[in-house]
């Protein structure tokens, strides 16, 4: 079984910093493009950032300059680095990864549990 495990939400101040992981685990072939989404309160899931297996990125207008993708791939993790923080940045973050399975011949859409950015002074 494959699973995303997310860490590194919370509450944080207007203009402040936070870091997310997530973490694949299970038995993996490989992993293609990784990717952070949010979903703030009353509105739809929205990409926030994604970076494909050889490290090109691509980010939301709206975190450009703040906010910073990368990945370890022997790691399988993917992380989000979040600075000057705004309250608008408020939502559920899920992570979010194309992978195929040991043994497998497809690659499969998989989705971590989510993590709470909480913005607010």
């Known amino acids: 079984q494959v699973q995303l495990v997310e860490s590194g939400g919370g509450l944080v101040q207007p203009g402040g910093s936070l870091r997310l992981s997530c973490a694949a685990s299970?038995?993996?072939?490989?992993?293609?493009?990784m990717a952070w989404y949010r979903q703030p309160p009353g509105k739809q899931r929205e990409l926030v950032a994604d970076?494909?297996?050889?490290?090109?990125?691509n980010y939301a207008d709206s975190v450009k300059g703040r906010f910073t993708i990368s990945r370890d791939n022997a790691k399988n993790t993917v992380y989000l680095q979040m600075d000057s923080l705004k309250p608008e940045d408020t939502a559920v973050y899920y992570c979010?990864?194309?992978?195929?399975?040991?043994?497998?011949?497809?690659?499969?859409?998989?989705w971590g549990q989510g993590t709470q950015v909480t913005v607010s002074s």
């Open positions: 979010n990864a194309g992978i195929k399975r040991l043994g497998g011949a497809y690659e499969y859409d998989y």
């Open positions: 299970g038995i993996i072939s490989r992993i293609n493009a």
């Open positions: 970076i494909t297996r050889d490290g090109r990125i």
